[in-house]
């Protein structure tokens, strides 16, 4: 623009006089393309959802006939986004082809009135193919704009959506030591442990209020509650994938609160009700509990959870299971997630109903195994089963997120109705 005004200022003010007006439109584009642009990418979330948890729930979909549902969903979710992408091509065209016409009347403003100068003597015919030619050079980086600002706005609403996961707080490592805390004993402690997931109202009760619990070193504490009563939600604050909301945990008197995480979760091992295994070989799933693992201890603790069906698989520790292990059983998976939580042979166990999916020859052969590992480590398992309670020193009845009484088996059976009742399964 500079080389135009300089070859004539007047032909010049004509081809910049669209510059307000395309500054508008682009500001305008902008706005609604990046509204249009978000929304895509959220529809193509949407979208790869549903495939997802399709294919990785293709047995619940073939076993309910539920595969037209599943179709219909799909279709639903193809069609919103096809309108979506039609909408932002529509945006794109639109300023497209105004950016592509305003600067070339304003061309053809300035040849018509670059020839009528030089038809007045007042500009020479060179002068004007020069200032022709100069301004023809802008045509391609003018009418690159709409396609670099669709560009641009993609980008800035997919980092808006990158941003929105990699901002969330990080879990804390590690908690100020509280001055003034009294340690408490050996073992595992509870005391007066209180949890409210963050999400709840502020008004609703707490999952859990009161939890005050003393395991000691070496003792296996069950606990027993109907559904709801908050097991599980207990037995997840333990390795800190929730933090408690009041109260504290301690290992051998030392808070976790104030632990590092990686050392909380050397110190306890975890092995949940529904078993996950990854994409990978038998030996890498078991030694995920413990990295520096050799074959003798992975070996050992599938003798543990009777896992030893593994060596009669195709290429033994090291067959793939597939992804979440699904060309295995129910029990199969079941029985590697307990030999992956007791690999390590950690100092804090915490079982989570691990023997539900086994039969009941299984479950006795296993039982016998864990009981001598437990022998040898601090460990609550959450037990829906009389068999399984067997394997604790003393029970812990949970109930609406409360401890109702704590004693051995035979001690909560005749004094303890509810207790009673559980465990006849009346």
């Not at 004509?14 to 510059?19: D, G, I, R």
């Not at 997802?52 to 969903?73: D, N, P």
Request: charged share 20%.
């Amino acid at each position: 623009f500079v080389i135009l005004f300089a070859q004539d200022w007047t032909l010049g003010l004509v081809l910049l006089a669209p510059a307000v007006p395309l500054m508008i439109l682009c500001s305008l584009f902008e706005t609604k393309y990046s509204v249009v642009a978000r929304r895509a990418q959220d529809q193509v979330g949407d979208l790869t959802t549903v495939v997802e948890e399709s294919v990785l729930g293709i047995r619940i979909v073939k076993g309910f006939g539920r595969h037209r549902s599943q179709a219909q969903a799909f279709r639903a979710l193809s069609h919103r986004l096809r309108t979506t992408e039609l909408g932002k091509a529509r945006l794109l065209a639109g300023i497209w082809a105004l950016i592509t016409a305003i600067p070339e009347l304003a061309i053809g403003a300035a040849l018509v009135l670059g020839t009528i100068q030089v038809a007045d003597g007042t500009l020479s015919a060179g002068t004007l193919v020069a200032f022709l030619s100069t301004a023809l050079a802008l045509r391609w980086p003018v009418e690159s704009i709409g396609f670099l600002l669709a560009m641009s706005q993609e980008s800035a609403t997919a980092t808006d959506r990158y941003f929105e996961v990699m901002d969330v707080a990080e879990e804390p490592g590690a908690a100020p030591v509280r001055e003034g805390a009294p340690a408490t004993g050996p073992g595992m402690v509870f005391e007066g442990v209180e949890f409210r997931y963050p999400d709840a109202d502020p008004g609703s009760p707490p999952v859990l209020a009161g939890i005050d619990l003393h395991i000691r070193p070496g003792e296996t504490l069950a606990l027993v509650g109907g559904t709801g009563s908050g097991k599980t939600t207990l037995t997840a604050l333990v390795p800190r994938l929730h933090e408690v909301t009041g109260g504290r945990i301690t290992l051998d008197g030392e808070d976790i609160a104030t632990m590092e995480r990686s050392r909380l979760r050397e110190l306890v091992s975890v092995a949940f009700e529904e078993p996950t295994l990854f994409s990978a070989t038998v030996g890498e799933n078991v030694t995920m509990g413990a990295a520096d693992a050799d074959e003798q201890q992975v070996r050992r603790a599938l003798s543990v959870a009777q896992a030893d069906f593994v060596h009669q698989l195709p290429r033994g520790l090291d067959t793939e299971v597939g992804e979440q292990g699904l060309s295995l059983s129910g029990g199969q998976r079941q029985r590697l997630a307990l030999a992956r939580a007791v690999v390590g042979e950690p100092r804090f166990l915490v079982l989570d109903d691990p023997l539900s999916a086994l039969d009941v020859h299984t479950e006795t052969l296993v039982e016998a195994a864990l009981r001598q590992v437990l022998e040898r480590t601090t460990a609550v398992v959450v037990a829906h089963r009389p068999s399984t309670v067997m394997l604790a020193d003393r029970v812990a009845l949970l109930s609406g997120g409360r401890i109702a009484a704590v004693g051995t088996h035979q001690e909560l059976l005749r004094d303890n109705a509810e207790y009673a009742w559980l465990m006849s399964g009346a």
